[in-house]
Antibody, heavy 123, light 108 residues
């Protein structure tokens, strides 16, 4: 079955950078768009960024635009999130998720999700 | 951006109760609405896509529907393992892909 495994989280001081990775197995990686979604401690889900299957189109939430970069290496079945100028409110569990599009190309949803990787921004 | 609201924010139910959770969008989203379940300490899991389509492997006691501008998640007979937070998500007007604030379901 499809499996997503995130890595790269940790404790980082404010203003520094961190790169998260998400490796997919069980399905052809370059057939799917991919998303990052985060969840601050005790809070709800917040969409962060997505990238289309070919890697050429990317979108970001306003809260991370200009600081985070989403990318993918289809040869390695891996999605990345390069985070820079990190702030305290970036502290969260970061999930990667596969975007599934219906056969008619009309609907889309996120399935599955990885187990998440925790990023703590603190001095 | 489209904003999502959910009600109630939390509820407590007994085993076998019928539970309904409502989600509303700030603008029209047609049927572009998904539901996710997140158990404590776990990743979110897709339950329902495109308003009313049950994801494979999800128990049939879960169902999704639409009434006017309200999207409804129903658990017909709640079970202990349904203790979780439930999120709706709109995918009509993107980016961003916005989520509701969540509804926490506690089983008595």
């Amino acid at each position: 079955q499809v499996q997503l495994v995130e890595s790269g989280g940790g404790v980082v001081p404010p203003g520094r950078s961190l790169r998260l990775s998400c490796e997919m197995s069980g399905v052809t990686f370059n057939d799917h768009g991919m998303h990052w979604v985060r969840q601050a401690p005790g809070k709800g889900l917040e969409w962060v960024a997505n990238v289309w299957s070919d890697g050429n189109t990317r979108h970001y939430s306003d809260s991370v635009k200009g600081r985070f970069t989403i990318s993918r290496d289809n040869s390695k079945n891996t999605l990345y999130l390069e985070m820079s100028s990190l702030r305290g409110d970036d502290t969260a569990v970061y999930y990667c998720a596969r975007e599934v599009i219906s056969e008619a190309g009309t609907w889309d949803w996120l399935d599955p999700w990885g187990q998440g990787t925790l990023v703590i921004v603190s001095s | 951006d489209i904003q999502m609201t959910q009600s109630p924010s939390s509820l407590s139910a007994s085993i076998g109760d019928r539970v309904t959770i409502t989600c509303r969008a700030s603008d029209r989203i047609y049927s572009y609405l998904n539901w996710y379940q997140q158990r404590p300490g776990k990743a979110p899991k897709l339950l329902i896509y495109a308003t009313s389509n049950l994801q494979s492997g999800v128990p049939s006691r879960f169902s999704g529907s639409k009434s006017g501008t309200d999207f409804i998640l129903t658990i017909s007979s709640v079970q202990p393992e349904d203790s979780a937070t439930y999120y709706c998500q709109q995918t009509y007007n993107t980016p961003p892909w916005t989520f509701g604030p969540g509804t926490r379901v506690e089983i008595k």
